[in-house]
């Protein structure tokens, strides 16, 4: 159930270790198991912030229940995640946070 979306004007040489080590922060950030972890990288972007094209990242992290008071320590941890894989400065990075009501977030056809 939670999602965990980059878009970047990055190049990722390993997208899928990237995306690896996303899944498991993310299930680590949310105190879930990461089977119910989806992410998603969309790396080499055309993409501008405050006019200038180097490196940034927007980041949409979405989950059922997300506890609105722990937003700011997961911007910290998502922030610093992709200083360190990906060189983009926390100046750089928006995150769009939402937690859909259950029944707005549908799975195996049915919803939550």
């Known amino acids: 159930m939670p999602y965990l ?4 004007n ?6 899928a270790g990237f995306l690896s080590r996303i899944s ?6 949310l105190g879930k198991p990461e089977s119910y972890v989806m992410v998603h990288i969309d790396a ?10 180097e ?10 229940g997300l506890p609105e ?3 700011t320590a997961f911007s910290a941890g998502l922030c ?3 200083q360190d894989e990906l060189g ?7 995150i769009e946070f939402s937690g859909p009501e259950r029944h707005m977030w549908g799975w195996n056809g049915a919803t939550f």
Do not use: H, N
């Not at 498991?24 to 950030?29: G, I, S, T, Y």
């Not at 490196?55 to 059922?64: D, G, M, Q, T």
């Not at 983009?88 to 928006?94: F, L």
């Open 10 to 15: 990055v190049s990722v040489a390993d997208e």
């Open 69 to 71: 008071g722990d937003t």
């Open 88 to 94: 983009i400065d926390a100046e750089r990075i928006y």
């Open 24 to 29: 498991k922060q993310a299930a680590r950030m």
């Open 55 to 64: 490196p940034l990242a927007y980041v949409e992290l979405k989950s059922l």
């Open 80 to 82: 610093s995640l992709l």
């Open 44 to 53: 080499d972007a055309a993409m501008l912030f405050a006019g200038s094209a």
């Open 5 to 8: 979306s980059v878009q970047t």
